[in-house]
């Protein structure tokens, strides 16, 4: 019998990536929708993430947090899907999925903080700077395609989801190649799948 897999995830989070990845992915998937404050911070949800964080996935005694790193593990763990490049051809797919994790999330996170490394002080933070950043991450996605190449795949959910995200908050710069490639990857019927679960799944009184 095969193993249940589990996401565990609230849709005010993160978690709307990892949907949209398992979408993508096709396979069944059962979702435990965990709510913000104490549900997260139960024995048994910290058994799961001791973080007390979503998103979160389980597959049988397999456990994986971090939103990027599910995506990857999900496109290798169900390969039939087609959204991981062949081993001996994942240099730009690892250098952009983790360059997203890193660079992108940080100075992003700290951007929206009001928190800007000193000039002086930037070669202590990965990202250098938050223009330089954004700058390399432009050019990354401005060739027409997808960000590892000529099909799309994990790195497109995550880098894309982040793109499309910070741009509406206005975390990111209104670039029309940011425009451009996020139009390109989320017109998959994957991702209206996805959000259109997200969405049903919000509280009542969201705004």
């Known amino acids: 019998m095969a193993e249940e897999l589990v996401f565990y995830t609230n849709p005010m989070s993160r978690g709307r990536i990892v949907r949209w990845m398992l979408e993508e992915v096709g396979v069944p998937y059962r979702t435990e929708i965990v709510d913000y404050g104490p549900a997260m911070k139960t024995p048994e949800y910290l058994a799961i993430n001791p973080m007390g964080k ?19 593990w999900l496109a290798d763990t169900f ?43 930037a070669a ?27 099909r799309f795949t994990a790195a497109d ?31 998959r019927e994957a991702y209206r799948r996805a959000t259109a679960l997200d969405d049903a799944a919000m509280p009542a009184d969201s705004t």
């Open 54 to 72: 979503v998103p979160a996935i389980r597959y049988g005694d397999v456990v994986v947090t971090e939103t990027p790193a599910i995506c990857a």
């Open 79 to 121: 390969p039939e899907a087609g959204l991981a490049p062949p081993p001996g051809q994942r240099g730009a797919y690892y250098r952009w999925l983790f360059f997203g994790a890193g660079p992108v999330d940080a100075a992003v996170s700290d951007f929206a903080l009001g928190h800007a490394p000193p000039a002086d002080k």
């Open 124 to 150: 202590m933070v990965g990202y250098g700077s938050y223009d330089v950043m954004v700058d390399t991450l432009e050019k990354a996605v401005s060739g027409g395609g997808y960000i590892a190449g000529d």
């Open 157 to 187: 959910v995550y880098v894309g989801a982040q793109i499309g995200w910070g741009v509406q908050m206005n975390f990111l710069p209104q670039r029309p190649a940011f425009a451009a490639y996020w139009a390109r990857v989320s017109d």
